[in-house]
């Protein structure tokens, strides 16, 4: 069974950084797009990144340039950097994962989530 785990949420200031992990079950990302989703308070979850095992990735245009999806060297775990961070960038995060091929955009695709986690941004 997939598990995911995301960490690295907090309170950061609006030009701030922070970087996301999600951690999961060994050999999940071998075979699965990864992906990164939020929900702000009073608003849908949308797309913020995604990465196919493959290395190809995908960005939603309000993220483009701030934001790098990426996996290190621990096979089981991948990163969102999160640069110049801006207040509307507050939300909940989760982290996601799909056998689907390349690196949607649409959630539908990814059936398994993570609990999320929190990242607020002051002005």
């Known amino acids: 069974q997939v598990q995911l785990v995301e960490s690295g949420g907090g309170l950061v200031q609006a030009g701030g950084s922070l970087r996301l992990s999600c951690a999961a079950s060994?050999?999940?990302?071998?075979?699965?797009?990864m992906g990164w989703f939020r929900q702000a308070p009073g608003k849908e979850r949308e797309f913020v990144a995604a990465?196919?095992?493959?290395?190809?990735?995908s960005y939603a245009d309000s993220v483009k340039g701030r934001f790098t999806i990426s996996r290190d060297n621990d096979p089981n775990t991948v990163y969102l950097q999160m640069n110049s961070l801006k207040p509307e960038d507050t939300a909940v995060y989760y982290c996601?994962?799909?056998?689907?091929?390349?690196?949607?955009?649409?959630?539908?695709?990814?059936?398994?989530w993570g609990q999320g986690t929190q990242v607020t941004v002051s002005s």
């Open positions: 990465r196919h095992w493959t290395g190809g990735k």
């Open positions: 060994p050999g999940t990302f071998s075979r699965n797009a």
């Open positions: 996601a994962a799909g056998p689907t091929v390349g690196a949607p955009t649409d959630d539908r695709y990814y059936g398994y």
